[in-house]
C-alpha cells in the first residue's frame, strides 16, 4: 500500500488494519469529525437557502408520476417514487430537498472515504476535499432542484468507492456492489452510462491492465472467476432493468421507454435518406424537416421542436418509435466518424456568449411554470411558486457564477486523468480507478454529449479535485516513497 512520510502534508500509510482488516478506532473518529463538518456546512447553507426549485417539463413529469403512479416514458420512473416517499407525504417539496441534501452528505462522505481509504491522503486533505465537494456548486443547486441529479451523484459515486476498493485489494464482493450502485446510477441519470457498462462489467480485466500486484498473482482461475462474475451481475442486473422499464412503458427494452427517439436525437446529422429504407417512412421524409439537420447544435430540436425530426416522424411514419430506433442504430453504425465534428461543434458553444447564456438561464429554470403547474405546487406541495424561476438565491447565484469553473472541469479532466494515469499505473491502484474512470466519463461525454449543459457537467467536480489532489500531493513526495499496493 502506498505511504509518504507525514512531513509531506498528504498521503499516509493506510487507515486499514492490515492484520484484522477492519476499520481502526482513529479512522472511526476521523470519519466522523468529517461528517460533522459535512453536516456543519450543509445546515448552514440550508438555513440560508432552502426555497425548491423546478426545470421544466423535466420536473413536470417527475412531479405528475410522483403523484398519479404515471409512468414516464422520457424519463426516470425511479426518481417518481423517491419523490414519491419524501415530498407527497409531506406535502412539501422541502422534505424532498432534505432528502436529496442527505444524499449529497453522503456523497461527500464517499468522497472522503475515497480520498483518505483509496488515495491514503492525509486527514486534513481528506476532509477539505470532503467539505468543497459538499459546497460544490451545482451539488447544492441540484439538492433545491425537482432533478434526479442528487440521488443519482450519490449511487455514482457508491459506484466509484466500489471500484476503487477492488483495485486496492480484489474482493471479489466489491463486484456485485459496484453493479448495484451502477444500476442505481442509472435509473436515475444516464450521462455516466458508458462508465457503469465498460468499467463496471470489465473491473477484474481493468485492475489487471493497471495494477502490478494483479498481475504477479498468478491465479488466473480467481481473475477468470471475478470476469465472470462482475460480467453476469453487471448485465442481469442492467438487461433486467431495460426489460422492466419495455415492459412498463410498452416499449422495446431500454433505459427509458423512447430510448430510440433519443439515441435518433444524438446523432440526427448523420442520418441520410438511405437510413429510412424500409421503416415505413416516406422517401421525402427528410425534405418535410424544418429544423437543419447538419446542425450538430440544433439536435434538441430535432425532438422536441414541431418541424423537427422526431415530430416529422412521428407524423409520417407507420410505426414512428420502431423507425426512429432503425434510423439511429443505421446513422450511427455507418457513420462513426460524424461524432468527431459534432463534439467540436458543442464545445465551442462553451465559448459563444450568446449560447452559454441561454443555457444557462435554461438549467436555472428561468422558464415561466404556467398556470396549470403552479396551480399543481400550490395544491398539492404548499408552494407558491410563481416567482421562483426568477428568484435569486444564494445556490442559484453560486451556480451561476460556477459556468466557468464546469467548463474547466469538462474540457480539463481528460488530461489530469491521463497525466494521473500515467503516474499511478502500477503504483497507486486507487488514483488509477479514478482516472480510469474520469477518461472514460470524459471520451464518452465528448462524443455523445448533444448540448451544450451544466446540468451534464455535475459529475466532474469532484473527480477533477480528488485527481488534481492526489497530482499535487505526489509532486511533493519524495522520490520512491509512493510503494506499489499490496494485491
Known amino acids: 500500500m502506498s505511504a509518504v512520510i507525514p512531513r509531506t502534508g498528504g498521503v499516509t500509510t493506510s487507515p486499514r488494519d492490515r492484520v484484522a482488516g477492519t476499520v481502526p478506532v482513529r479512522w472511526r473518529r476521523e470519519l466522523a469529525l468529517a461528517l460533522l463538518a459535512i453536516l456543519a456546512v450543509k445546515l448552514a447553507v440550508l438555513g440560508m437557502d432552502h426555497l425548491p426549485r423546478v426545470f421544466l417539463g423535466d420536473s413536470v413529469t417527475y412531479l405528475h408520476g410522483a403523484l398519479d403512479g404515471v409512468i414516464p416514458r422520457d424519463r426516470s420512473f425511479v426518481y417518481g417514487i423517491l419523490i414519491a416517499l419524501t415530498a407527497v407525504p409531506a406535502h412539501s417539496l422541502l422534505a424532498l430537498v432534505l432528502a436529496q441534501t442527505a444524499a449529497g452528505a453522503l456523497a461527500a462522505i464517499i468522497v472522503y472515504a475515497i480520498a483518505r481509504g483509496g488515495l491514503g491522503l492525509a486527514p486534513l486533505w481528506s476532509g477539505g476535499l470532503a467539505v468543497l465537494t459538499a459546497l460544490e456548486p451545482a451539488q447544492l443547486f441540484y439538492e433545491r432542484m425537482v432533478m434526479a441529479e442528487a440521488f443519482g451523484g450519490l449511487a455514482w459515486f457508491g459506484f466509484i468507492g466500489c471500484t476503487v476498493a477492488y483495485f486496492r485489494g480484489g474482493d471479489w464482493r466489491w463486484l456485485p456492489a459496484a453493479a448495484l450502485c451502477g444500476l442505481a446510477a442509472a435509473s436515475l441519470r444516464m450521462n455516466g452510462l458508458a462508465v457503469l457498462l465498460i468499467v463496471g462489467g470489465l473491473l477484474p480485466a481493468w485492475r489487471w491492465l493497471l495494477c502490478a500486484p494483479a498481475r504477479r498473482d498468478g491465479r488466473w482461475h480467481r481473475l477468470g472467476g471475478h470476469l465472470l462474475l462482475a460480467l453476469a451481475c453487471t448485465s442481469a442486473l442492467h438487461v433486467g432493468y431495460r426489460h ?28 441520410q435518406p438511405s437510413d429510412f429504407q424500409g421503416t415505413g417512412c416516406p422517401p421525402d421524409i427528410l425534405r418535410r424537416i424544418g429544423v437543419p439537420l447538419a446542425d450538430a447544435t440544433m439536435r434538441e430540436s430535432q425532438i422536441w421542436r414541431d418541424d423537427g425530426l422526431w415530430p416529422v416522424m412521428r407524423r409520417s411514419c407507420r410505426n414512428a418509435e420502431q423507425a426512429a430506433t432503425i434510423v439511429a442504430k443505421r446513422a450511427l453504425s455507418e457513420r462513426p466518424w460524424g461524432l468527431l465534428p459534432m463534439a467540436v461543434a458543442i464545445i465551442r458553444q462553451y465559448f459563444d456568449p450568446v449560447a452559454e447564456r441561454w443555457r444557462m438561464d435554461s438549467d436555472l429554470g428561468r422558464l415561466d411554470l404556467g398556470a396549470d403547474f403552479a396551480a399543481l405546487l400550490k395544491r ?96 511533493r513526495a519524495p522520490a520512491g516513497a509512493l510503494q506499489p499496493a499490496a494485491g
Open 380 to 475: 398539492d406541495f404548499n408552494l407558491d411558486a410563481r416567482g421562483i424561476p426568477h428568484q435569486v438565491t444564494l445556490a442559484s447565484a453560486w451556480f451561476e457564477m460556477a459556468r466557468w469553473w464546469f467548463t474547466l472541469t469538462f474540457l480539463a479532466l481528460p488530461f489530469v486523468a491521463a497525466a494521473v494515469l500515467y503516474r499511478a499505473r502500477d503504483v497507486a491502484p486507487a488514483a488509477a480507478a479514478l482516472a480510469l474512470v474520469a477518461l472514460v466519463l470524459s471520451v464518452s461525454a465528448l462524443l455523445f454529449q448533444h448540448i451544450i449543459s451544466y446540468r451534464y457537467l455535475h459529475p466532474y467536480p469532484p473527480l477533477f479535485l480528488l485527481l488534481i489532489a492526489w497530482l499535487g500531493v505526489r509532486a
Open 244 to 271: 422492466l422499464v419495455g415492459r412498463l412503458t410498452n416499449a422495446p427494452p431500454g433505459y427509458i421507454g423512447l430510448a430510440g427517439v433519443f439515441e435518433l436525437g444524438l446523432v440526427a446529422p448523420l442520418v
